[in-house]
């Protein structure tokens, strides 16, 4: 894990920007799709709420995401095994898009999770540069976000930390097709991966309520976060950062929120 320091600033002195489509536009209103929202200047998570009347959650909510999870004011989850959460990941042809904020994977369906007698069927995942979660004020290198949305509507989304070490040679397998420039797209339908062979070994979560951390922050996501992260090269890190140097939204307030963590932990 590295130290927090403060790339955000390096960036806006540098002048960078990032433009394009919403990271989460297949499961937001189109107006995060269309409005020229970003992460750095004017563009930037402290501007997001000017930006369009659809993006007022993101300076008045209070239920927001990313956090800081403080482990040592977690409460233990502990109600008849509910806090399970089974994860029924599918293989599917591998689908990129770089929208932009990110490289976003969409998945076919038939891929699933399951937590508290509720099911949500993933959609995609996507990264993030820095690690948009922090543990203990601290954050990872990167972190990935699997989304799922239920029937009803509501929104899930796994959280898995990536940290600088050995090479990951399933997730080669998707930087190898990355395409470069916005709004390309890369469909390999020859090229078939399973979304849990990013999940870590061992399965224990962080979970509370929050938001999506791009516009229009809507309030209506279950958050998981692994505690265990998973280890890339720092090549492999460096080959993402050179398209979004830096794609995280700043830490936003708790606001009374409980985090829970989980008693018992699935394992592959």
Known sequence: MSKIFNR?????????????????NCVTPSAAATTNWGYIGKQGPEYWAKLSPDFELCYTGKRQTPIDLQVS???????NNQDLLVVKYQPTPLNLINNGKT???????????????????????????????????EEY???????????????????VFLKAGDFNPNLQTIWDAIPQKPGEENRLKDTIINASILLPAERRFLT?????????????????????????????????????PD??????????????????AEKT
Request: a neutral charge.
């Open 141 to 159: 290198d990167m972190e990935l976000h699997f989304v799922h949305r239920s029937q009803a509507g509501d929104l899930a989304v796994v959280g």
């Open 208 to 244: 509370y309520s929050g938001s999506l951390t791009t516009p229009p922050c809507s309030e209506n996501v279950k958050w998981y976060i692994m505690e265990t992260p998973i280890e890339v090269s720092r090549e492999q890190i460096a080959k993402f950062t050179q398209l979004f």
């Open 73 to 79: 004011s977690v409460k233990s989850l502990d109600k």
């Open 247 to 264: 794609n995280a939204r700043p830490i936003q307030a708790l606001n009374q929120r409980v985090v829970f963590e989980s008693t018992n």
């Open 8 to 24: 955000r600033r390096l960036l806006k002195l540098l002048g960078m920007t990032a433009l394009g489509t919403s990271v989460s």
């Open 103 to 137: 490289i976003q994977v969409n998945y076919q369906p038939g891929s699933f999770i399951e937590s508290d007698r509720q099911i949500y069927h993933l959609l995609q995942f996507h990264f993030h540069h820095p690690s948009e979660h922090h543990i203990n004020g």
